[in-house]
């Protein structure tokens, strides 16, 4: 079974089963402030081609006008009904549409705006060789970095010393290493992983250690000690402004 194969059936069939669920979610959204319950942004894909990714707000809006990539959990932009879509990434889940089209797939790096992509390194622009993905091993290690970020008086820094450096090494780990079986791997442990993330961090650490992942990754992903400032891959340095 080819990747992109895999992307059709999972997400129409994805949509048919999980529309009872937008369709409330959507209308929970609209009915809060009554505006457009849906976020259509552009982002960078394969190639560096923009395209519009659709996301169900969880934001006020116009919020993306305050020039900010990166949100915390304390973030005032986000609504009430925000909020707890996020905690179960509902907002994120109409990307199966997107992955119907072709512009995404369901796993495969996250896509970004192209404020974030154009601080890139050489290294780091070969995440823009494949289609962006709806989840990850970043997405499962990282599924918390709205509460990584709370609090931060510059969370778009933030995100560029305690969470890219990580996140773009295990973008290119996959890339690298990228197999149906491990697509299926990926998506299982992200399900799992809102259950039981502990049992979902192990098996990435395990599966990026048999990857011949760096020791420093590998004890991160574990995500048992505090998150350090580390440079990109491809950099000397850590990020300083942003």
Same mark, same amino acid.
């Given at each position: 079974?080819?990747?992109?194969?895999?992307?059709?059936?999972?997400? !129409?069939? $994805? &949509?048919? *089963?999980?529309?009872?669920?937008?369709?409330?979610? %959507? !209308?929970?959204?609209?009915?809060?402030?009554?505006?457009?319950?849906? #976020?259509?942004?552009?982002?960078?894909?394969?190639?560096?081609?923009? !395209?519009?990714?659709?996301?169900?707000?969880?934001?006020?809006?116009?919020?993306?006008?305050? /020039?900010?990539?990166?949100?915390?959990?304390?973030?005032?932009?986000?609504?009430?009904? $925000?909020?707890?879509?996020?905690? #179960?990434?509902?907002?994120?889940?109409?990307?199966?549409?997107?992955?119907?089209? $072709?512009?995404?797939?369901?796993?495969?790096?996250?896509?970004?705006?192209?404020?974030?992509?154009?601080?890139?390194?050489?290294?780091?622009?070969?995440?823009?060789?494949?289609?962006? $993905? %709806?989840?990850?091993?970043?997405? *499962?290690?990282?599924?918390?970095? /709205?509460? *990584?970020?709370? /609090?931060?008086?510059?969370?778009?820094? =933030? #995100?560029?010393?305690?969470?890219?450096?990580w996140k773009s090494r295990l /973008?290119?780990?996959?890339?690298?290493?990228?197999?149906?079986?491990?697509?299926?791997?990926?998506? &299982?442990?992200? %399900?799992?992983? !809102?259950?039981?993330?502990?049992?979902?961090?192990?098996?990435?650490?395990?599966?990026?250690? *048999?990857?011949?992942?760096?020791?420093?990754?590998?004890?991160?992903?574990?995500?048992?000690?505090?998150?350090?400032?580390?440079?990109p891959p491809g950099m000397n340095? =850590?990020?300083?402004?942003?």
């Amino acid at each position: 079974m080819t990747k992109r194969l895999l992307d059709i059936l999972i997400s !129409f069939f $994805g &949509l048919l *089963i999980f529309s009872p669920i937008l369709a409330l979610v %959507i !209308f929970l959204i609209w009915r809060d402030d009554k505006k457009n319950p849906f #976020y259509v942004a552009k982002r960078l894909g394969k190639n560096s081609k923009l !395209f519009n990714m659709v996301k169900l707000r969880s934001m006020k809006v116009n919020a993306d006008k305050s /020039g900010v990539s990166s949100s915390s959990d304390n973030d005032l932009r986000i609504t009430p009904i $925000g909020h707890k879509i996020r905690k #179960y990434k509902l907002d994120e889940l109409i990307q199966l549409w997107n992955v119907l089209l $072709g512009d995404m797939s369901l796993v495969g790096p996250r896509p970004n705006v192209k404020d974030e992509t154009d601080l890139y390194s050489n290294i780091e622009r070969e995440l823009l060789s494949v289609k962006p $993905g %709806i989840t990850d091993f970043s997405s *499962i290690v990282f599924s918390d970095e /709205g509460q *990584i970020l709370k /609090g931060k008086n510059n969370p778009d820094l =933030i #995100y560029n010393q305690l969470i890219r450096p990580w996140k773009s090494r295990l /973008g290119l780990i996959y890339i690298k290493n990228q197999t149906i079986l491990l697509d299926i791997n990926i998506i &299982l442990f992200t %399900i799992i992983g !809102f259950l039981k993330r502990e049992m979902s961090l192990n098996w990435v650490s395990n599966q990026i250690k *048999i990857l011949n992942a760096e020791e420093n990754l590998i004890k991160v992903v574990k995500r048992k000690d505090k998150l350090y400032p580390f440079p990109p891959p491809g950099m000397n340095e =850590i990020v300083t402004e942003r």
